[in-house]
């Protein structure tokens, strides 16, 4: 089998009163949740960061209770991404990433910044954003992905633009957002958002197959066929690249049965 990056599926957060007698045992302590979703997902996202701030000792506390190789991806804050000039964020990324993430050791995956539908493609301003984000934390690497939904960003300069600062953008499995899978850095992001409650795995095990063969393609290094590329004439090199998926949809009852169902599929050797 062809070299390839790690493959890590989740959910958004732990914390959801409908998984209680679903995913989690009925009779399970609200306080263990977060211990017992991080061994059955190999990685969560967390949305409280993108509507405040957290305490360093949480973070420590997260870290604790997760097992080794388990992973987070955080939501940069909404006050840094919901701007008219995005140039201007500096002091308010400053202000995230001094919060105490790095509490999270080797468990802090990337940073997600989300963009609203009427954010448009703006190459010199998101370019000055993207200048603004920093590559260590406290002596950590940091990583990041960037989640647009305005079509504008469909574009080969948008592209050009992310692989020069070799920051992923988020796959995005929606109705009405663009779904750009060209890979412009070292790992990708998806966010499968078109999962039903009505599936018993949020997709259709057939819809399983066909997303695990994309993962799969992506942490070999390549890009999946039948996904619509912004710069189609430009490919990016074929290298193993680390893959995290999030089964994420309205209601989302059914996404952790999801998720580990799509894992089980990637981690097959068969």
């Known amino acids: 089998m062809e070299k390839r990056g790690e493959i890590r599926i989740g959910v ?3 914390t959801f009163a409908p998984w209680r007698g679903v995913f989690y045992p009925a009779d399970l302590a609200q306080k263990n949740e977060l211990a017992y979703a991080s061994r059955k997902l190999t990685a969560i996202e ?3 960061t993108y509507y405040g701030s957290q305490k360093p000792e949480s973070y420590r506390r997260w870290a604790a209770e997760t097992p080794d190789g388990f992973v987070f ?15 201007e964020a ?6 995230f990433f ?5 509490e999270l050791g080797d468990k802090l995956g990337p940073i997600l910044w989300q963009f609203a539908p009427t954010k448009k493609f703006d190459e010199a301003d998101f370019g000055a954003f993207l200048e603004l984000l920093p590559r260590t934390v406290d002596g950590r690497a940091i990583r990041h992905c960037v ?15 992310l692989r020069r600062f070799r920051i992923p953008v988020v796959f ?9 899978a060209d890979a412009t850095g070292d790992f990708v992001y998806a966010r499968l958002q078109t999962g039903s409650d009505d599936v018993e795995t949020a997709y259709a095990p057939s819809a399983l197959d066909d997303w695990a063969g994309r993962l799969k393609t992506w942490a070999e290094g390549g890009v999946p066929a039948d996904l619509t ?13 680390e893959v995290f998926a999030f089964i994420i949809h309205e209601g989302k009852v059914r996404a952790p049965a999801g998720a580990m169902a799509l894992q089980a599929r990637c981690d097959a050797t068969a």
């Open 12 to 14: 958004g957060g732990w």
């Open 46 to 48: 967390i949305n409280a």
């Open 73 to 87: 991806t955080l939501k940069g804050s909404r006050f840094t991404t919901n701007r008219r000039v995005l140039a």
């Open 90 to 95: 500096g002091e308010s990324i400053g202000r």
């Open 98 to 102: 001094d919060q105490g993430l790095t």
């Open 147 to 161: 989640e647009v939904r305005h079509d504008s960003f469909s574009h080969p300069a948008f592209i050009a633009l």
């Open 172 to 180: 995005a499995d929606h109705q009405t957002y663009p779904a750009i």
């Open 229 to 241: 590329l912004a710069d189609p004439a430009n490919a990016a090199p074929r290298t193993p690249r």
